[in-house]
T-cell receptor
């Protein structure tokens, strides 16, 4: 059974700092990996999708990497802003289809 | 373009009562998902539809939960009877197709069972 772990569970940083969120998974036979953002009381917004054959994806200040063999992914956020405050969820796509297994998330707070 | 629409946004019921949630996916998305999200946890898949066919309902507690997607568009998730442990957020998501596409999530329905 696929298990996804995210570290740290919570993180508080000053504005402008670069930061890294970590995600690890137990079964390397994945189809893709996605990073989502969730704001309080709202649904999830997809930030980056990495196919199993890819090593990284970039969007603006966000960069996600994937090391399938070691079962790890990182989300790098450059020059953090208060508007980045949210919970970030990692989800691994497995099972021969689009079954997503989510981690428990990292709650990020960027302070002025 | 409108996103995934869910209603109601909030629902409070007494235990043993029935409850239903409605989802309207993004136009043209043939894959629809229902997820359960407990507080402080990531979403867990309950059921996935490809058009009107339920292709993965292995995590749906079939003794009390049921779902339908008539005509392959809107979907309804029902709980009867509700239990205290069913209090959670129920999320609906949709995608164009298959395992390579991003899933787009609705805002969810927050259910409280008293």
């Amino acid at each position: 059974k696929q298990e996804v772990t995210q570290i740290p569970a919570a993180l508080s940083v000053p504005e402008g700092e670069n930061l890294v969120l970590n995600c690890s998974f137990t079964d390397s036979a994945i189809y893709n990996l996605q990073w989502f953002r969730q704001d309080p009381g709202k649904g999830l917004t997809s930030l980056l999708l990495i196919q199993s054959s890819q090593r990284e994806q970039t969007s603006g200040r966000l960069n996600a990497s994937l090391d399938k063999s070691s079962g790890r992914s990182t989300l790098y956020i450059a020059a953090s802003q208060p508007g980045d405050s949210a919970t970030y969820l990692c989800a691994v796509g497995t099972g021969g289809g689009n079954k997503l297994t989510f981690g428990t998330g990292t709650q990020l707070k960027v302070e002025l | 373009e409108a996103g995934v629409v869910q209603s109601p946004r909030y629902k409070i019921i007494e235990k043993k009562q029935p409850v239903a949630f409605w989802c309207n996916p993004i136009s043209g998305h043939n894959t629809l998902y229902w997820y359960l999200q407990n507080l402080g946890q990531g979403p867990e898949l309950l059921i996935r539809y490809e058009n009107e066919e339920a292709v993965d309902d292995s995590q749906l507690p079939k003794d009390r939960f049921s779902a339908e997607r008539l005509k392959g568009v809107d979907s309804t998730l029902k709980i009867q009877p509700a239990e205290l442990g069913d209090s959670a957020v129920y999320l609906c998501a949709s995608s164009l197709a298959g395992n390579t596409d991003t899933q787009y999530f609705g805002p969810g329905t927050r259910l409280t069972v008293l």
